[in-house]
């Protein structure tokens, strides 16, 4: 008896040893990080929760949130979401040093919920994990790669343009109705390479019909912190209304992928052998390169890695064009002066041709569009935010940021900084012009985000949205409708309605 109460009593004291221990180390650890971030200006929050519950409360408008903190605060301003400390950057210099620092390339915690439908992909991998993907997904948004797809471009802006003829001198309509189902067609047929029919269905692909309410859940979930845990999903209604939505897209990834390596596999021979003869490689787009990839790497790509990788490029790559014309289109509408400097330059680049194909070099040529394009992604970028987490200390400002911080960059804000963009909210292509623009610092405008994580898809996106614009552009004159203010209730929601008349 004797021997089995020193036995329980030494071991009690190793156990207690041993959680003191922890408990030192990790109050140790934690003051060095609540001690580095004391000097950065911020709202008190409460003890433990810290400001969690304004940023619940604002979670529907946190960009007006956001924004007061900016104009209480300044550019480098603090918040505690419970232990975490969040730091919201809106100068430009200090964005550029958090986007270009190798020591800030993971994404925080606040992505997890998104894992639920992207998996293990790009958007929410780990970083040795998001270094492999990048490095094999790369080469295949390389502009030689986009060029090719130009003619395909043009073939379902047509089709879209040929559907929008039933809404000639009709009511008003929400253009993402036909831009939406285009931009998939595109995506399909190029980096897919799987032949869509979709424009004008009556029954819509799921794509079209459930990404948008998947997307905006996502962004609630982001801003909702007690979903930022694996382990809550699944006490959340949320996590069983995405996985509901989110069922026919993954089934429609997996086939396509399974197709695609099972013709792979069947075709391999004329893929291999072009190693052993002089003839260069073909050029593949993303999901042909990335299945040869899987088939002839085993162990380096796994089938459920690039399915979860498609499904992330499928959602990157429609939702975003397809927004993003659907408001240049409404904002044109309202500045009528815009639009016709827009078809002035296209009648100087295809003269009366309504339907001639659009080329390379045409698109290089379409200066002024893109500074159209660019001014809208100024005041409605579709991402209007991005955050990082700190790996390692880093120095912004006067600042050290510990490691663990999750840095914010409302990139809404940073696009209407007076400083670098005199009379913000007023829609003014010609700030993109080549005098305007010299003097600005690299981060004033970052839509596709900036340094090692920037958009993989950024010259796809200019040639896409180009060839819609120039296309319908040339074919209907859009009517004014609606107002900016009406625009301005821009919340942290990607997908509002907008509508046009033509
Ligand atoms: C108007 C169009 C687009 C905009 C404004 C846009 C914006 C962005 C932004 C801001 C990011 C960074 C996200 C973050 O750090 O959390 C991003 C990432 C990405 N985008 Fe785009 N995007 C557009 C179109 C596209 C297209 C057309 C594709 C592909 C076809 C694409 C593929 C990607 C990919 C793969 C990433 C992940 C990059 C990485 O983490 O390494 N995007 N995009």
Not at 188 to 209: D, W, Y
Not at 311 to 325: L, N
Not at 480 to 492: Q, T
Request: net charge neutral; proline share 6%; glycine share 4%.
């Amino acid at each position: 008896m004797d021997v089995l109460q020193s036995w329980t009593f030494c071991c009690l004291s190793a156990a207690n040893v041993a959680i003191i221990s922890i408990a030192v180390r990790w109050y140790f650890h934690r003051s060095r990080y609540f001690q580095l971030g004391t000097g950065i200006p911020g709202p008190t929050g409460i003890p433990l929760l810290g400001n969690t519950c304004e940023v619940i409360a604002y979670r529907e408008d946190i960009l007006s949130y956001l924004k007061e903190l900016r104009d209480r605060y300044g550019a480098v301003c603090k918040l505690w979401v419970g232990p975490l400390q969040c730091v919201v950057l809106s100068d430009p210099k200090d964005i550029s040093v958090i986007l270009s620092s190798s020591k800030t390339l993971s994404k925080p915690m606040m992505y997890n919920p998104v894992s639920i439908v992207f998996g293990n992909s790009l958007l929410t991998a780990k970083f040795e994990d998001w270094k492999k993907f990048r490095k094999l997904m790369e080469p295949t948004f390389s502009n030689r790669i986009i060029d090719s797809y130009v003619s395909t471009f043009h073939e379902k802006s047509q089709r879209m343009a040929d559907l929008l003829q039933e809404r000639c001198h009709g009511e008003p309509f929400n253009m993402a109705d036909y831009s939406l189902p285009c931009a998939l067609e595109m995506l399909s047929e190029t980096s897919l390479g799987v032949p869509m029919n979709i424009q004008g269905k009556s029954h819509q692909h799921s794509v079209v019909e459930n990404f948008p309410k998947i997307i905006e859940l996502g962004a609630y979930s982001i801003l909702t912190p007690w979903m930022w845990f694996h382990w809550t999903h699944k006490f959340q209604s949320f996590y069983y209304e995405v996985i509901s939505l989110v069922k026919p897209i993954h089934d429609f990834v997996t086939r396509i992928v399974k197709d695609k390596t099972d013709s792979y596999l069947g075709s391999r021979k004329p893929y291999v052998t072009p190693e052993a003869t002089d003839k260069p490689k073909p050029r593949l787009g993303f999901l042909e390169h990335m299945v040869s990839t899987m088939v002839e790497n085993p162990g380096l790509l796994s089938i459920e890695e690039l399915q979860d990788q498609t499904m992330f490029v499928i959602a990157a790559g429609t939702d975003t064009t397809a927004y993003t014309v659907a408001t240049t289109l409404m904002l044109l509408g309202l500045h009528q002066d815009v639009q016709r400097k827009v078809l002035q330059e296209q009648a100087s680049i295809f003269g009366e041709d309504t339907s001639r194909p659009v080329t390379t070099r045409d698109l290089q040529q379409m200066a002024y569009l893109e500074k159209v394009i660019n001014e809208t992604m100024r005041l409605y970028p579709i991402l209007p935010l991005v955050a990082r987490r700190v790996d390692e200390g880093v120095s912004v400002n006067s600042y050290t940021l510990p490691a663990g911080t999750i840095v914010v960059i409302p990139i809404y804000l940073v696009h209407r900084n007076p400083e670098y963009f005199p009379n913000p909210d007023t829609f003014d292509p010609d700030r993109f012009s080549r005098e305007n623009s010299g003097s600005r610092p690299a981060c004033s405008f970052i839509p596709f985000s900036y340094g090692r994580k920037m958009c993989l898809g950024k010259s796809y996106a200019y040639m896409a949205m180009k060839t819609m614009l120039s296309v319908l552009l040339r074919r209907y004159v859009v009517l004014e409708h609606g107002s900016r203010d009406e625009m301005e209730c821009f919340k942290f929601d990607f997908f509002f309605e907008i509508q046009i008349w033509v």
